[in-house]
């Protein structure tokens, strides 16, 4: 059982910086077990994959729309992600979500077991 916990929202303006981070914390398989995804959510949209890591940090994956922008990380002796958001945009606008799933990189949301509750990125003009 892994449980996760975001942190680092917040409203920025356009072209501003923010960091998340997810905190892991649970018993069982440690932390450094786990791909880690980040995922968000617009009023009225599905759920979408931004960007994922493996295990070890050696692989990342990005949406197209966050691609250069955007970077993944992780510290595994921290039991900590992070997802560091450049030059944010309007429609980077959503609430956050990590997630943990065992198993290689994934853009597939059903595929992760654990989830945060998820912290909220508001982009203003």
């Known amino acids: 059982q892994v449980q996760l916990v975001e942190s680092g929202g917040g409203l920025v303006q356009a072209g501003d910086s923010l960091r998340l981070s997810c905190a892991a914390s649970g018993t069982g398989r440690t932390f450094s077990s786990y791909a880690i995804g980040w995922f968000r959510q617009a009023p009225g949209k599905e759920r979408e994959f931004v960007a994922a890591i493996t295990w070890s940090g050696g692989l990342t994956d990005y949406a197209d729309s966050v691609k250069g922008r955007f970077t993944i990380s992780r510290d595994n002796a921290k039991n900590m992600a992070y997802l560091q958001m450049n030059s944010l945009k309007l429609e980077d606008t959503a609430f956050y979500y990590c997630?943990?799933?065992?198993?290689?990189?994934?853009?597939?949301?059903?595929?992760?077991?654990?989830w945060g509750q998820g912290t909220q990125v508001t982009v203003s003009s």
């Open positions: 997630a943990a799933h065992l198993g290689v990189v994934s853009r597939d949301r059903d595929g992760y077991q654990y």
